[in-house]
């Protein structure tokens, strides 16, 4: 009932900041925080659940809500529930301008409720408030829209065969699928699984990160609301080692789209097939390389973007270019700018105003962070900026951002996927140089350069190994630009565009035999 009220306030627009931590937690407290997965378009009974570890909240250090634990008997039941779904045709076969019309609605009700959304997950995984509202929720939002515009334009091929056929192919939704989701950026993330799989007819099983449950719970509720029958999309919530590995595993899961580390991606790809064979989309962690070459034309913009996509959302992000590669005779300047714009990068509380950093997604990764930057120094590595926890809010996870130089190129810092506020920089002589060193990892999700030299920018483009490549800025976070990591990345499948919406598919050939039989006897 509360949720309601909020809603209806929210209906024309989101607040889009609060001025002080008294508005964000007047509204926290109003919410009620879903604390049971959600199966049937209900939520479950926890009468017989255990509730999973509590958590703290990376702002303030209290403690979140407590959230009951799916079992293997519940993942049972949601998957078997929505494979009938599927072979029913509950779904499917609704007639696609209905299945657009509810997939947009999704998109209304994500952008009415964003306010309860993003304050569920600022204060499960610690971004600031008004970028989850102004960037995850608005992308989130147009993720749906923009798949929902897809519906009714899926068209099969007419195949001329042989002889006496005919035939065609026709795409097929591939059944239930299982989505597994990191906390990273949350709304997006199950935007980027769900929007897809659902346009395309399948039933959806998913098993959000633990870290940010409530919000992949509370979207579900909004979906049945916005017209989702029964079973089609289900979240069980639980850990990923016992429910998601379970609902990975299981033979009636038709395909696993799974996004997250590249030691769980791994452990994904062979689970997926232990009872039946399944397509397996995986999307994981980045070491990314950005290059500044000569020729680079505006070396402060291009420092500035680096930093601001290595520490937005804390570092916290897959293709955050943790790696700066700097031809010599710029490295001066370069640091001299670093250290300029330093100031510019402090976290901050992330409940109010309009900051660009907030809290590390838990109290653990700050250690974990502090002890990779204190190994680099110990090996050598020169600390520019930062280098250590910041004191924001007492109890909470912050971090400063940090920039070293001299990075050993095989040291830890320089091989892990730190996952925080984090710039290793190297610098080298030749391009060639370059390309080697930005290939000297197990990871391929992305690699940048900044030059003018259009020849230097094409070899590196060339010569990288990497699912994305920018030339001359950092990233593209358009919908249509597909998005997936090659090596320990992902298996070169992709999120977002229309490469994401054909993974929802199978195909499936169909021949008709033309031939004009005489009459047999009757
Ligand atoms: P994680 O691997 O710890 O967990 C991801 C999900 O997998 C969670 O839901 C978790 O519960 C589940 N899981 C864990 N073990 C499992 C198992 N054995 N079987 C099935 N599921 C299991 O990752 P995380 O910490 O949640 O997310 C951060 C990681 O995600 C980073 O490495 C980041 O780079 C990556 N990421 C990649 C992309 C991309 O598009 N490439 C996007 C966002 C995040």
Redesign the pocket.
């Known amino acids: 009932m509360r949720n309601q009220t909020l809603a209806r306030k929210e209906e024309s627009q989101a607040i889009d900041s609060f001025d002080d931590v008294a508005q964000f937690e007047a509204i926290a407290e109003q919410l009620v925080w879903p604390q049971t997965s959600w199966v049937g378009n209900a939520w479950v009974d926890c009468g017989t659940q255990q509730t999973m570890p509590l958590r703290r909240s990376p702002v303030d250090g209290r403690i979140l809500p407590a959230l009951f634990e799916g079992d293997m008997a519940l993942v049972d039941d949601a998957v078997s529930q929505a494979r009938s779904a599927f072979h029913r045709g509950d779904w499917a076969h609704l007639s696609p301008a209905s299945r657009k019309q509810v997939l947009l609605q999704m998109a209304v009700l994500l952008e009415a409720h964003a306010t309860e959304l993003c304050v569920m997950d600022c204060l499960s995984m610690g971004k600031p408030y008004a970028r989850l509202v102004q960037q995850d929720a608005v992308k989130a939002a147009e993720c749906f829209r923009w798949f929902a515009e897809w519906i009714d334009k899926v068209q099969g091929e007419y195949v001329p065969a042989n002889g006496e056929r005919i035939g065609w192919v026709e795409k097929t939704p591939l059944g239930v699928v299982a989505a ?6 949350p709304l997006e ?1 199950i935007a ?1 699984k769900l929007a897809p799989a659902l346009a395309a007819g399948n039933c959806v099983v998913l ?5 940010s449950s409530y919000s992949a719970l509370r979207f579900a509720q909004l979906a049945a609301q916005a017209g989702l029958p029964a079973h089609v999309l289900n979240v069980v919530v ?4 016992t ?3 379970y ?2 595993e299981h033979p009636d899961v038709s395909a696993v789209f ?8 791994r ?2 790809c062979n ?1 997926a097939s232990r009872h039946r064979i399944k397509p397996v989309s995986v ?4 070491k990314s390389p950005a290059l500044i070459w000569h020729g680079c034309s505006n070396l402060q913009e291009a420092v500035e973007e680096v930093c601001g996509r290595v520490f937005g959302n804390a570092g ?4 955050a270019p943790s790696r700066l590669i700097v031809a010599r005779p710029l490295l001066d300047q370069v640091r001299q700018i670093i250290v300029g714009i330093s100031g510019t990068h402090v976290p901050c509380d992330p409940r109010v105003g309009r900051p660009q950093h907030g809290a590390l ?1 838990s109290h653990f990764d700050v250690e974990r962070i502090d002890a990779l930057v204190r190994t680099a120094t110990d090996e050598g590595a020169e600390l520019w900026v930062g280098g250590s926890p910041a004191d924001v809010v007492p109890g909470g996870a912050y971090y400063l951002p940090t920039v070293l130089g001299n990075v050993a190129p095989h040291g830890a810092l320089a091989q892990q ?1 730190v ?1 925080g506020p984090v710039l290793s920089v190297f610098t080298v002589d030749h391009l060639d140089d370059a390309i080697a060193l930005a290939n000297d990892s197990r990871y391929a ?1 992305a690699a940048g350069i900044y030059t003018d030299h259009l020849g230097d920018a094409l070899a590196f483009q060339r010569g990288v190994y990497a699912g994305n490549v920018y030339i001359n800025g950092w990233g593209m976070d358009d919908i249509s630009v597909p ?3 090659l090596g320990d ?2 298996n070169g499948t992709k ?1 977002k565009g229309l490469r994401a919406f054909e993974k929802c598919f199978a195909s499936r050939s169909i021949t008709i035999c033309t031939k004009r039989r005489a009459p047999g006897p009757t």
Do not use: H, M
Not at 238 to 241: H, I, T
Not at 283 to 286: H, I, M
């Open positions: 597994i989701t990191p906390w990273n950026y993330n980027w098993k959000p990160a633990e870290q639980g850990s990923g080692e429910v998601g590995q609902l990975v799974f996004t997250g580390s590249s030691r769980t991606g452990t994904v689970s999307e994981c962690g980045g916290q992000t897959c293709n997604c996927e996952f999700l998005f997936g990591g990345s992902g999120d």
